[in-house]
């Protein structure tokens, strides 16, 4: 099991409890996620499914290589969070 945790940025626009989610893959722990939290998904993922710009994922404190498919392994915890930008 891989614990998935979002920052309280993202708490305050959608419901996404941390939860322990089951997957081999950053893409299946956070697909189980969206599940528990439907509104997530379009905060997280752009339409193609990628990870949006402005968003970050870490695994077990590393950040992720892959954001188009997801596909780096699950870890033990997958931190997502909300990249901050401007000028």
Do not use: W
């Amino acid at each position: 099991m891989t614990r998935v945790e979002f920052t309280p940025n993202l708490r305050r626009h959608v419901s996404c409890e941390p939860c322990d989610a089951a997957g081999a893959t950053v893409r299946e722990a956070l697909e189980e996620a969206f599940r528990r939290n439907p509104g997530l998904r379009e905060f997280v993922l752009d339409e193609q499914g990628a990870l949006r710009k402005h968003m970050n994922v870490f695994v077990d404190g590393e950040m992720v290589r892959d954001r188009e498919r997801l596909g780096d392994p699950a870890g033990r915890e997958i931190y997502v969070i909300q990249a901050l930008s401007g000028g």
